[in-house]
T-cell receptor, first 111, second 115 residues
């Protein structure tokens, strides 16, 4: 397995705060990067995708990518209790047509 | 978005029996299917990658004779867990990818319990 690392948490933030989730990857051949949200017993659902260095914003979510540092992050602004879930970082190694997931970060938003 | 149908949602079987899990892309043609396994509180572990019409590529440590993957068409992939043992109990998730798109579309998952 290609190495994708995340802080497993749990991460707790108060409602309305900014939640910051981080991910590092080891394969410099990684081309695409994704953040998925997974509720217990459910399949992951895609939150954000990012392909080039910099920031990408979508509503309350901002993904940040730094390929030189092999680092990708997800910021959740105005966190809501419904955001409480496990967040998975995934990378796509294009040459191998494979997707690898990090261990996930458990986020709890406290009302 | 694209829909991937996976069934059964959960299955309980006796040790030594085989279980087949189906994954269908309902409104698109999946050129690649991925099969993952997830143990409680752990991440998704890629088991194998299958392309339509060709043999699956298994990740290191995954026994291809135990986890049989068939990707007979662009809309159907199956995973058969042969001679299941209690340690095979896990959440199995399929995902599909469309050529030209890098996003994965996930099935709803199958919770397998082997007694």
């Amino acid at each position: 397995q290609k190495e994708v690392e995340q802080n497993s948490g749990p991460l707790s933030v108060p409602e309305g705060a900014i939640a910051s989730l981080n991910c590092t990857y080891s394969d410099r051949g990684s081309q695409s990067f994704f953040w998925y949200r997974q509720y217990s017993g459910k399949s992951p659902e895609l939150i954000m995708s990012i392909y080039s260095n910099g920031d990408k914003e979508d509503g309350r979510f901002t993904a940040q990518l730094n390929k030189a540092s092999q680092y990708v992050s997800l910021l959740i602004r105005d966190s809501q209790p419904s955001d409480s879930a496990t967040y998975l970082c995934a990378v796509n190694v294009w040459t191998g047509n494979q997707f690898y997931f990090g261990t996930g970060t458990s986020l709890t938003v406290i009302p | 978005g694209a829909v991937v149908s996976q069934h059964p949602s959960w299955v309980i079987c006796k040790s030594g029996t085989s279980v087949k899990i189906e994954c269908r892309s309902l409104d698109f043609q999946a050129t690649t299917m991925f099969w993952y396994r997830q143990f409680p509180k752990q991440s998704l572990m890629l088991m194998a990658t299958s392309n339509e019409g060709s043999k699956a590529t298994y990740e290191q440590g995954v026994e291809k004779d135990k986890f049989l993957i068939n990707h007979a068409s662009l809309t159907l992939s199956t995973l058969t867990v042969t001679s299941a043992h209690p340690e095979d109990s896990s959440f199995y998730i399929c995902s599909a990818r469309v050529r030209g798109f890098e996003k994965l579309f996930f099935g709803s998952g199958t919770q397998l319990s082997v007694l």
